[in-house]
C-alpha cells in the first residue's frame, strides 16, 4: 500500500508560479516513478509529468518548458515548479505512483489531489 499527499495548491495571477509537493509513504518498490496528472472540472484525467527513482523525467507537451518535475528519493518526495501559469492549467492536480521506472505507463496508486487555480 502506497500513501500520496499532495501539498501547495492555491489561486495563483496568470503568468505567475507554484510549486506542488508530494510525499509519499508506504510500500514504494525500487525502482518506481511518481509523477503529477491534473483534471479540470468536466474534463478526464490528463498526464502532467514524470520522474522514476533514477531521475529521469518526462514532460507533456503542455508543461514543457513552463513546469519542472524533481525527487528527493531519501525523503520519498517529488515537485513540480510551475512557471509562466495559464488559466488553462486549472485543475485538481493529482499525485501518481506505480511500481516502474517506466515514466508514461497508467499509475497504480493515486493522491487525493490539490486544487490549483489561474486567473486571467
Known amino acids: 500500500q502506497v500513501r500520496l499527499v499532495e501539498f501547495g495548491g492555491g489561486l495563483v495571477e496568470s503568468g505567475g508560479s507554484l510549486t506542488l509537493r508530494c510525499s509519499a509513504s508506504?510500500?514504494?518498490?525500487?525502482?518506481?516513478?511518481l509523477g503529477w496528472h491534473r483534471q479540470g472540472t468536466g474534463t478526464q484525467r490528463d498526464y502532467v509529468a514524470a520522474i522514476n527513482s533514477d531521475g529521469d523525467s518526462h514532460y507533456s507537451r503542455s508543461a514543457r518548458g513552463r513546469f519542472t518535475i524533481s525527487r528527493d528519493n531519501a525523503r520519498n518526495q517529488i515537485y513540480l515548479q510551475m512557471n509562466s501559469l495559464r488559466p488553462e492549467d486549472t485543475g485538481v492536480y493529482y499525485c501518481?505512483?506505480?511500481?516502474?521506472?517506466?515514466?508514461?505507463?497508467?499509475?497504480?496508486?493515486w493522491g487525493q489531489g490539490t486544487q490549483v487555480t489561474v486567473s486571467s
Open positions: 501518481s505512483y506505480h511500481a516502474t521506472d517506466d515514466l508514461i505507463i497508467r499509475p497504480s496508486d
Open positions: 508506504g510500500s514504494l518498490s525500487s525502482p518506481n516513478t
